[in-house]
Every structure is written in structure tokens, then in C-alpha cells.
């Protein structure tokens, strides 16, 4: 056995005839749950609700139906349909269609290494909250006494305790992105590691592993949401966030950004431009229906973000609810105590009948008290985009529930789960294109090929383990993977529809699934799909050169704590952004010049070489 590895060592690279057999999947099944998984993610959860709620509730729906029908679905076919027939990862198809398009799949390959280097430790701060979960009470409860014990501390109770547990518990965040802290912080290390071995366990020899674990992280997510709604449908104000998410307000279809987000969201949540669906694709038998994959994996993630979103809802209604009772019982208290009115006669429903009464007869004396703006709609506005939404709205409001410990694992295994079935993805779409580049010997196993990538990941996410941590995964998530995807997704069509060629796609299409392409798809791929990209790209680069780069900073010394003081990012912080920007989009257009130049010199050397190249002609 040693003997023959080492000689697949020596020879192995040169011998193009016995090439290795490639995977395949176990079943359609398993496949098809892989690519829902991979795009099916953690976005579904807190982005998609965020956005509805940012843009008008039901109304979002309406241009994210329309990027979804004429951008998401059209380039998920495309990946799935040429990965299938080349069979090979995303480098490989890229390079075969034309060596000039080599550039997408290296700049693919490095999105999903940037991708994978911070979405872990996202998933480190899931397992820190998990195993804090099962603490009665639970921690972000209530606050923490200070050192002298006569009292809370004095950040969290300018805060909240939910506030206070994320972001000085957990992230022990520091006033500024430049303040690293006294180093990487224990805890999120040892949680960090966790998350990489479980994720390097489950992909330690490609899809031979990963299949099977993807049985379990891509469906159980969906009972838990199951159960998240059947709990949400019984809370109090379940019914006013409901409310909000279906109605629509159409006066936000006119804002541009309404529309770019909606684009890019679709692009997150299908998980488009990354390399891993391209690469679970070509582990496929040439014979399949590519074109009923794409619509079944994108019909479910929609419907997926959708049915998320009610739960969300239910418990945002009930958070916004408590928040506004919360505020009557303040005022209550306030007027009772000013006037002397017995206690039970002014209550929540006759709240406002009251203060119309004391206004006419005691207008000055209730302007004299410190009263709050009471309003529903106005506590239903408050969204929290990402993280927060998960770390800190859905937590406030875990405490609030019955027996909040079963919901707080439940809630947190969830997002474990679906963060986890995108890891593979994004591993997988780094492993299968150095596989085919065969970047590493033959004699080299894939466990020790996806624990090089596991172990390179971990050691740059060691940089969002520190004080200022959260604020640099915010650049990486911003910057890193946006305009790029944007860019390969362009070319991605352009390759396949105008390099590789329509026709011979379309033949393509037909020998995998019998039949071949119908008017949407030819209209969507030859004309709409680019038209909007490259409309996309044109509004997203103008909308960043108009804002300038700041971020939101965590400061206890802030005069107007505990809201977040807006900073801008020094020079050094800007360039890194830029560079995030351009670091794989950059290879698109440098591996198309090296290749002219390339074929450039080859020309001329041809040209200047000696007609007869003999020595008998040379005498």
C-alpha cells in the first residue's frame, strides 16, 4: 500500500490515462438537500427579515420575486447545468470554457475562502450562547452585580442586560476598530476551534462525509422553525407583527435601494458565485434534470426566507408589544403618582382616554412630566440588521417566554445547523477546484487537503477573536464578498452564454435533460440576466462612492450612550477595505492578460523562429 502511494507520487501527475474516479452522490435526494443547505443559510433567518421589515414589510417581496425570477434562478441554473456537464469544480469549468476565464474560478475559490475565514466564527458565537443557554436564569437576563456588590454595573444598566451580555460578555468589545484589546479572548477561541472541528469532521473527504451530515443540519433547522412558530403564534402581540410583515407599503418601491438590496439578496441567499454549488453539481451523473434542480433548491429557499420570516415576526410583534406596554406602565405610574389616582383605575386600555381628559383640565402639569412617547408602529420600526437581530432582539425576547432556557437551545442549535450546512458549501467549493488543479500530490489524502483549508481559515479567523473583532468581520462581510460576487456572477453568464456558446449550451441541456431550453430562459440568460447585473453593479459602486466608510462603535464613554457613536475609518482600515474589494475580482482581468500576453510571445516566437530548423541547412 505505501509503496503504491509513493509511486502515485512520482508518476501519478504525468499518467493522464488513468485518471481517478470521481464521486458521486449517493442519491438524488442527498444532493439536492446539499445544495439546499448550502443555500439555505443564516441570511434566510436575519436578513431576509430585516430587510422586510426595513423596506415595508409584503412590499420588499415585490422586487425580490423579480431578482429572484429574472437573476437568481437563471445563473443557478447556469451553475448548476455547467458544472454538471464538465464535471469539475469551479476553476476547472471556468478554465475549460476558455483559458481567459480562469480568473472566475480562482476569484470564486478565494470569495469562499474569505466567506469561510469569518462565517465560522459567527458560528463560534452561536456555540458561546448555546452553552450559556441551559443557565437558570439565563445570563443576559438580568445585570451582573459590580466589584463592590452594591450595585449593577454601571454599563449595563445605562444598556440593557441583553445588550451588555453581547457586547462586553462576548465580544468584551473595545471604543474603536484600531484597539485590538489585550489579545484574543479565550473564550471565543476555544469556541472557534469547536466550531472548525466540527465543520472539518463533517467535510474531512468531500461529499463522501459530508452527504451524510447533511441529512441531519439541512433538515432539522426546519423543525425547529416549525415549533418556533407554533410557540410564536401563541405569544401576546404575535398578531401586530404579523400585521406588519403582510402589509405592504408601496411608496419604498421607489427608492433605489430598495431594489439593490433585493438583488444582492438573492445572491447571499442562493449562494450564487461562491464555487460550492458548481461543485456539488459535478459530482452528478451527466444524465440529470439540472433545470428541475435550480427551480426546486431556489423555490425552497424563497419559501424558506419567507416562512422564517413569520416566526421572526410573531416574536418581534411580541417584543415590540411588552416594549409598548412596558412604556404605558411607566406613564401610568407617572400620572398616578402626580395626581394621586388610585391604583388600578388608569390601566393600558384606558390609557389615552385619560391623558386626553388631564390635558384639558391639567395641561401644564402633564407637559411638566417626563412622560414617553407610547406608539406601537414605532417599536414594530425599531429593525436590528444581522447579528443583532439574533444576538439581541430574539434573545430580549427568549426571556420573556416561558421555560425560556428550551427555547434559547432550540433557537441557537437552529442557527448552529443552518450555519453549519453552509460551511460545507463553502469548503467544498474550496476543495474540489484544488483537487482538479491538483495543487497537491496525488499521494496526499483529502483529509489532511481539507485540514490545510480548515487550519488556514481558523488562523486568519484568529483576528475576529480579539476586542476589536466584530468590527473587522463587519469589514470582511461588507467588502469581501459583495461587488465581487456581483462581478463573477456577470461573467459567470457571459462565459457560459456568449465564450462557451448559446447554442452549444442549449445542446448541452438537451442531452442532460432531454429537452431543450423554453423562452424565459433564453430571454433571461441572452439578454435580461446581464442587462440587470451590470445595472446592479452600476447603482451598487454608485451608491458606495456617494457614502462615506464609518462604522457603528460600541463606546460606554459615548455622551449619548448606549447608542452606537458613528466613526470613520482611518486611512489604513480604507485600504484594506479597497483591498477586500479587489482581491478576487482583481484575478478576472489579470488571468485574461496573462493569457494574451501569453499567446502574444508564442505568436511572435513563432514568427522569428529559423524556417528549417536543421543542421543539414545550415552548413
Not at 473595545?174 to 472548525?196: F, H, M, R, Y
Request: hydrophobic share 50%; charged share 15%; proline share 5%.
Amino acid at each position: 500500500m505505501a509503496a503504491g502511494k509513493e509511486n502515485d507520487c512520482v508518476v501519478g501527475e504525468a499518467n493522464d490515462v488513468l485518471k481517478e474516479k470521481r464521486p458521486k452522490w449517493d442519491n438524488k435526494f442527498q444532493y439536492v438537500l446539499s445544495c439546499v443547505g448550502l443555500a439555505v443559510g443564516l441570511g434566510n433567518v436575519w436578513r431576509f427579515p430585516n430587510l422586510c421589515q426595513t423596506y415595508g414589510g409584503g412590499a420588499f417581496l415585490i422586487p425580490y420575486i423579480i431578482a429572484l425570477i429574472f437573476e437568481g434562478i437563471p445563473i443557478l441554473h447556469i451553475e448548476l447545468a455547467i458544472g454538471q456537464r464538465l464535471r469539475k469544480g469551479s476553476f476547472g469549468v471556468w478554465n475549460s470554457i476558455s483559458p481567459y476565464l480562469g480568473g472566475v474560478g480562482i476569484a470564486s475559490l478565494l470569495i469562499s475562502f474569505l466567506l469561510s475565514m469569518y462565517y465560522n466564527t459567527i458560528l463560534a458565537w452561536i456555540l458561546w450562547y448555546l452553552l450559556h443557554s441551559v443557565e437558570e436564569p439565563l445570563p443576559w437576563k438580568n445585570c451582573p452585580l459590580n466589584n463592590n456588590g452594591t450595585g449593577f454595573v454601571e454599563e449595563c444598566e445605562q444598556s440593557t442586560p441583553v445588550d451588555y451580555f453581547w457586547y462586553r460578555n462576548t465580544l468584551n468589545i473595545s471604543p474603536e476598530i484600531t484597539t485590538k484589546g489585550d489579545g484574543q479572548l479565550w473564550w471565543l477561541v476555544i469556541c472557534l476551534i469547536a466550531a472548525w472541528l466540527i465543520v472539518y469532521a463533517c467535510v474531512i473527504r468531500g461529499i463522501e462525509t459530508m452527504g451524510k451530515a447533511i441529512y441531519f443540519t439541512a433538515t432539522f433547522p426546519y423543525l425547529v422553525l416549525i415549533i418556533l412558530l407554533a410557540q410564536g403564534l401563541t405569544l401576546p402581540g404575535a398578531i401586530h407583527g404579523l400585521t406588519y410583515l403582510i402589509t405592504p407599503d408601496l411608496k419604498v418601491l421607489t427608492q433605489p435601494r430598495v431594489w439593490l438590496d433585493a438583488a444582492t439578496q438573492i445572491f447571499f441567499s442562493l449562494s450564487l458565485g461562491f464555487g460550492g454549488l458548481i461543485a456539488f453539481s459535478s459530482y452528478n451523473s451527466p444524465k440529470n434534470d439540472c433545470e428541475v434542480d435550480a427551480v426546486t433548491v431556489a423555490v425552497v429557499n424563497s419559501i424558506t426566507s419567507i416562512f422564517a420570516s413569520v416566526p421572526i415576526f410573531c416574536v418581534l410583534g411580541f417584543k415590540a408589544t411588552t416594549a409598548y406596554w412596558d412604556c404605558l406602565d411607566s406613564n401610568i405610574l407617572l400620572i398616578s403618582n402626580e395626581f394621586e389616582i388610585q391604583d388600578g383605575n388608569v390601566t393600558r386600555d384606558n390609557y389615552f382616554s385619560w391623558m386626553n381628559d388631564l390635558n384639558v383640565t391639567h395641561h401644564d402639569r402633564i407637559l411638566a412630566l417626563p412622560l414617553k412617547s407610547c406608539v406601537l408602529k414605532d417599536f414594530l420600526d425599531q429593525s436590528t440588521s444581522g447579528t443583532g437581530l439574533a444576538f439581541i432582539v430574539f434573545t430580549e425576547a427568549i426571556v420573556r417566554m416561558p421555560v425560556s432556557q428550551i427555547w434559547a437551545v432550540l433557537f441557537f442549535v437552529m442557527l448552529f445547523n443552518l450555519g453549519l450546512s453552509s460551511m460545507f458549501g463553502n469548503v467544498v467549493g474550496i476543495l474540489t477546484p484544488l483537487l482538479d488543479l491538483k495543487v497537491f500530490p496525488k499521494c496526499v489524502p483529502k483529509e489532511i487537503i481539507s485540514a490545510i483549508i480548515c487550519l488556514i481559515c481558523f488562523s486568519v479567523a484568529l483576528t475576529f477573536t480579539t476586542a476589536s473583532g466584530s468590527y473587522w468581520l463587519t469589514i470582511f462581510d461588507n467588502y469581501g464578498t459583495a461587488l465581487p460576487l456581483l462581478i463573477v456572477a456577470f461573467f459567470e453568464l457571459i462565459g457560459v452564454i456568449y465564450v462557451y456558446g448559446f447554442r452549444k449550451f442549449c445542446d448541452d441541456l438537451e442531452f442532460m435533460t432531454g429537452r431543450r431550453p423554453n423562452f424565459y430562459w433564453q430571454v433571461a440568460w441572452r439578454f435580461i440576466s446581464p442587462l440587470l447585473l451590470l445595472s446592479v453593479f452600476v447603482t451598487f459602486v454608485a451608491t458606495e462612492i456617494q457614502s462615506h466608510l464609518s462604522y457603528e462603535a460600541w463606546d460606554p464613554n459615548y455622551v449619548e450612550f448606549p447608542k452606537k457613536e458613528e466613526k470613520e475609518y482611518t486611512g489604513w482600515v480604507e485600504f484594506i477595505c479597497a483591498f477586500l474589494v479587489i482581491l478576487s475580482s482583481i484575478f478576472i482581468p489579470l488571468t485574461a492578460l496573462y493569457h494574451f500576453i501569453r499567446l502574444k510571445l508564442r505568436r511572435h516566437k513563432q514568427t522569428t523562429q529559423v524556417p528549417f530548423d536543421n543542421l543539414a541547412f545550415q552548413l
